[in-house]
């Protein structure tokens, strides 16, 4: 059985012929995916979402979402994509845009 490489204090056999600067800068670099700024939010219950996307939390009747998550999982579609036409629709059905009123700043 071969012996097994010892490292060294200084880190030489690890980053061999690197100098202390890169060495530093090889161990402070984060890795993984660049941070998209568009998806940078300051809420965090808003962290990942796009602009135009929010979290909203809603009490609905339990036969109600049961009755959604299944026929989601029958279409074999997600949840949020079931709401958000449910959603759609009854805006373009029953919402006259020119009727509604802008809700102050103090309520939103």
């Known amino acids: 059985m071969a012996k097994k490489e010892k ?10 012929d690197m100098s202390q600067a ?3 800068e090889a161990v402070t670099q ?3 995916r660049p941070k998209n700024e568009a998806l ?9 979402l796009p602009v135009e996307l929010t979290r ?4 609905v009747s339990v036969d109600q979402i049961e009755t959604l998550k299944n026929y989601a999982y029958t279409e074999r579609r997600k949840l949020k994509d079931i709401v958000a036409e449910a959603f759609k629709e009854y805006i373009e059905n029953h919402v006259d845009p020119e009727t509604l009123l802008t809700r102050p700043e103090d309520w939103r």
């Open 30 to 32: 984060r890795s993984g």
């Open 56 to 59: 909203q939390t809603l009490i």
């Open 40 to 48: 940078v939010r300051d809420n965090g219950a808003q962290k990942g």
């Open 22 to 24: 890169e060495i530093r």
């Open 7 to 16: 490292f060294s204090v200084d880190g030489s056999a690890l980053f061999g």
